[in-house]
């Protein structure tokens, strides 16, 4: 397995735009996390799913922003009308469930930059 | 929700110098991990230490739980090592999403 794998790695896009990034976990891993980061800040929770469902969405992830995770595999983040606060390193995660060990493994990210 | 100090905030080193990076947080944690953040913004991950020492090569860690930190500890520092460390901490009874510091940013020069 090559790791968290994020596609693609940068995208620049008009205001008013949609966008679409993806995320394929470690295969093993049956969570999956997205975090943003914006500049010298560390990066911060926005949604994760157990397998195909989304568990927890944070008060960040506005009505603009949408992730699936429709087969439990790899997952989706979506973000309508883009805004130029939107621009931002995002983030995507993955880790087991299993007792005693929930270590985090991160993607390369998806950096956006809304123009 | 938990809150995570890391400190100092930023580090500047010569090459060969030893160093000790610092994590406070405000709850009990079920998990604990250090990362490296590259150049190009990926995390790499360090240390996976909710409790207790670990070592792997010039890197050691040691998390005290009860007393709520963790220390990262590099030796003999090297160019490669600068960039920024972040510290993230899952708390007890919680969902295992990750809440991070904000960072501290190690420069080491030749």
């Known amino acids: 397995d090559t790791g968290v794998s994020q596609d693609p790695r940068h995208k620049i896009t008009k205001r008013g735009q949609n966008v679409t990034f993806r995320c394929d976990p470690i295969?093993?891993?049956?969570?999956l996390y997205w975090y943003r980061q914006t500049l010298g800040q560390g990066p911060e929770f926005l949604t994760y799913?157990?397998?195909?469902?989304?568990?927890?969405k944070s008060r960040l992830l506005s009505d603009r922003f949408s992730a699936e995770r429709p087969k439990g595999s790899f997952s989706t983040l979506e973000i309508q009308r883009t805004e130029q606060g939107d621009s931002a390193m995002y983030l995507c995660?993955?880790?087991?469930?299993?007792?005693?060990?929930?270590?985090?493994?991160f993607g390369q990210g998806t950096r956006l930059t809304v123009v | 929700g938990i809150q995570v100090e890391q400190s100092p905030p930023d580090l500047i080193l010569q090459e060969g110098a030893n160093s000790t990076l610092r994590c406070n947080f405000s709850d009990s944690v079920n998990n604990l991990q250090w990362f490296h953040q590259n150049p190009w913004g990926q995390l790499i991950n360090l240390f996976y230490?909710?409790?207790g020492t670990k070592q792997n090569g010039r890197l050691s860690a040691t998390t005290v739980a009860t007393e709520r930190y963790s220390l990262l500890y590099i030796s003999s520092s090297q160019t490669t090592d600068s960039g920024v460390y972040f510290c993230a901490v899952e708390p007890t009874g919680a969902n295992s999403k990750l809440t991070f510091g904000k960072g501290i940013t190690l420069s080491v020069r030749p």
């Open positions: 799913f157990q397998n195909e469902a989304q568990l927890e």
């Open positions: 295969s093993e891993h049956n969570r």
């Open positions: 995660a993955s880790s087991s469930s299993g007792v005693g060990n929930t270590e985090a493994f």
């Open positions: 230490i909710p409790s």
